[in-house]
DNA sequence: TTGTATGCGTTATCAT
DNA sequence: ATGATAACGCATACAA
C-alpha cells in the first residue's frame, strides 16, 4: 500500500546517469544516442518501471490526445453502441475517450461541453438537446476545437455522421401505405428534446400528407408511460382504430409489441410496429423487430474516422 | 474558424493588471484580495472566456480529477449501464471519467490499464478478463493507485462491487431443482475468459450435486453461434430431453429464448430459461426474462461511491 | 493585500 | 552526441 509514487523522466535520468534531455531521445526514438547510453537509459526506464507522464506531454505538446464524448445516455444501447464505436476508432489511433453524459437535459448538455473543453480535449464527438443552440458548442468551435455531431441532422458548418432522418421516416410512410395503412401514429420519448425524433415525426406526416393520407397521431409519452406496458396499452386502447405505429426508437418499439401483446391483439397482424435505430438486440426478439437500420456502432466510427481527418488537417 | 487559440491565467492577469496569483486566488476564492482587484479580475475573466486548464491543474496539484474505466465491450448493456451508473456518480463528485474497451481481450486488458495509469488518473474502475492475474493491475495498485473492481467476485486487497455469483447461481440450481428439472444445461459465452461466468457455473453444479443430481452440461458458445439463432436451436436440439437451461447472461438468454421458438417449443412451458444480470430491456419482452437481477448501474454506482471513500481517505 | 519565483513532467532549443 | 534550460498553465510559499 505504498504511497502513490511517480516515477519520472528525472528519475531515470538520473539512475541512468545521463541528462534528462538525453533520456527523453532515447525514449522517444526521437534525436540521436550512442548505443552506450540508449542501453543505459532503457534499462534504467525498464528497471523502475517508468512510463511517460500523458499530462506532462500535453501540457509541453499543447495535445491531450483526448477526444471528448458527448452522448444523452449510455443506459440507451443506440449511444452505448455508437460509443462503442467510437472508442475501437479512438484506442487505434492513439488517443483516450473522455466521456460524459447529460441524461437528456440540455442545460447539462452545456455544462459537460465546457468541462470537457477544460479537460483541453482535442477534439469533441456530441449528441446533445439541442446543438444548433449551445452557446458552449458554439464557443468551442470559435476556440478552433474540431467538433464532429453523432446522429443530428447537419447544422450550419458542423461535421455530422447522421443518417437522414427526414427521409427514412417518409420510407416507413410509404411502407405503411402500400400496406394499407391510413390510420396511423408516431410515439416519441422526450420529443421536443431530439430534434431526431421530431426530424422523423415531420418525415412521416409529409410522406402522408403527400399521398392524401391524413396526418399521423403524435403521442408524446413520459419514461414511466414507456416503461409500464400496461399503461402504455391503456394508451394505445384510448385512440381506438390504430393499425400502425412508428416508434421514435427500438426500445420505444419493444415496449409497444410487448403493450400489444398486452392487449391480447398480435404484432404485426393486428398491428404494425417499426423502430429506429436497429440495436443489436432487436435481432433476437422473437418476432424480430422492424425498424430503421442505422448501425449505431458504425455512426461512433464515422464520426470518429471525420474528427480525426480534421485533427490531421489541422496539424 | 480561427486557430486554437486559449486563454490562461496568465491573460486574466495582464488584462485585470495584476499579478498571476492574485488572480488565482480570485478565480479559485481562495486567500484574500481587495473587492476593487477581485472585480477588475472577474471581469477580465468573464470578458475573455477564460477557464482553467484542467492540464495545468493537474499538474502543478497532483490530482487529474480523472478516473479512468475499464469494462470488456459498451455493447453489452450489462456493462454499459454500470457504466452510466458510475459515470452519474462520476460528474456529481466533479469528476471527468476517461473509458476504455478491451472487447473480452486480456492483452488489450493490461494495455488499458497501463494507458489508464499513464493519464494520470486518480483512480481506476475495471472489469476486465483476470483481474487475478493482470501485471498492469497489480503494478498499478503497488503504485498507491486507488482501483475498485467492478462485477469480479473479490480478489486480494481489492475493492469490489459485486454480487456472489456463485450464491446466485446456487439459487437458480434450486429453483430448477423444485420444478422438477433433472436435466439442465449451463450456457456461456468465452467461458474462459469470464471469471463471473466460471463462478456461476461453479454454484449451478455444486448445488446440483448437492442434491444428487446430474452435473448441468456447459455448452460455451461462440458469438457467431450465439448471435444466429438457427444455429443455436441446432446446438440445443442436438442435446435433446432438456428441460430447463441457465444462461450466463441476459443477452444469451434471450438468444435462447429466440432459439427455442424456432424449434417450435415454448418458454417456459416447454424449457425454463432463466438469464443473468437484470439489463432494462429484459422486462419489456413479451415473455418477460427470468433473471438474476443486478442492478448493473447500482453496481457501478456503488464501485464509484467505494472508489471516492478510498480516495478522500487518502487525501 | 499583492506580486515574484518555483516546481509539477515533458519536449524543444540551443549550446557545447 | 549530450546536457542545461526555457516553456507549457497553474497553485503556492514566500517576500514585500
Redesign the interface.
Known amino acids: 500500500?505504498?504511497?502513490?509514487?511517480?516515477v519520472t523522466i528525472k528519475d531515470v535520468a538520473r539512475e541512468a546517469g545521463c541528462g534528462i534531455a538525453t533520456a527523453s531521445r532515447v525514449l522517444n526514438k526521437s534525436g540521436s544516442a550512442s548505443a552506450e547510453v540508449r542501453e543505459r537509459v532503457e534499462t534504467a526506464a525498464r528497471e523502475l518501471?517508468f512510463?511517460?507522464?500523458?499530462?506532462?506531454r500535453?501540457?509541453q505538446g499543447g495535445r491531450?490526445m483526448?477526444i471528448g464524448c458527448l452522448v444523452p445516455?449510455?443506459?440507451n444501447?443506440v449511444f452505448?453502441?455508437a460509443?462503442?464505436g467510437v472508442?475501437?476508432v479512438l484506442?487505434g489511433a492513439g488517443y483516450?475517450?473522455?466521456?460524459?453524459?447529460s441524461?437528456y437535459d440540455g442545460d447539462a448538455d452545456n455544462e459537460?461541453i465546457?468541462?470537457?473543453?477544460?479537460?483541453?480535449v482535442d477534439g469533441l464527438i456530441v449528441t446533445m438537446v439541442a446543438p444548433e443552440r449551445s452557446a458552449a458548442l458554439m464557443?468551442a468551435r470559435?476556440?478552433?476545437?474540431p467538433v464532429s455531431l453523432m446522429f443530428h441532422d447537419p447544422i450550419d458548418g458542423f461535421l455530422s455522421a447522421h443518417v437522414d432522418n427526414f427521409a427514412a421516416a417518409r420510407d416507413v410512410a410509404q411502407r405503411f401505405a402500400a400496406l394499407g395503412h391510413t390510420n396511423t401514429a408516431f410515439l416519441a420519448l422526450r420529443f421536443s428534446s431530439s430534434d431526431r425524433s421530431r426530424n422523423r415525426y415531420a418525415g412521416f406526416r409529409a410522406e402522408c400528407r403527400a399521398r392524401g393520407l391524413p396526418d399521423p397521431v403524435l403521442i408524446e409519452l413520459t419514461e414511466a408511460e414507456a416503461?409500464t406496458?400496461e399503461t402504455l396499452a391503456g394508451i394505445l386502447a384510448s385512440l381506438g382504430g390504430l393499425t400502425a405505429i412508428f416508434a421514435s426508437n427500438d426500445?420505444l418499439a419493444?415496449?409497444v409489441?410487448?403493450a400489444t401483446?398486452l392487449m391480447g391483439k398480435s404484432v404485426p397482424k393486428d398491428l404494425s410496429v417499426v423502430g429506429f435505430d436497429g440495436i443489436?438486440?432487436g435481432?433476437?426478439?422473437?418476432?424480430p423487430l422492424a425498424t430503421i437500420e442505422t448501425a449505431p456502432?458504425a455512426m461512433g466510427r464515422q464520426a470518429t474516422h471525420t474528427l480525426l481527418d480534421l485533427l490531421q488537417g489541422k496539424a
Open positions: 500500500m505504498g504511497h502513490r509514487q511517480k518501471g512510463s511517460f507522464s500523458a499530462i506532462g500535453a501540457l491531450s483526448t445516455s449510455l443506459a444501447p452505448a453502441e460509443v462503442q472508442q475501437d484506442s483516450q475517450l473522455l466521456i460524459a453524459s441524461n459537460a465546457a468541462t470537457l473543453a477544460a479537460k483541453d464557443l470559435r476556440r478552433g476545437l416503461n406496458p426500445f419493444i415496449a409489441q410487448k401483446r443489436e438486440i435481432r433476437l426478439l422473437d418476432v456502432d
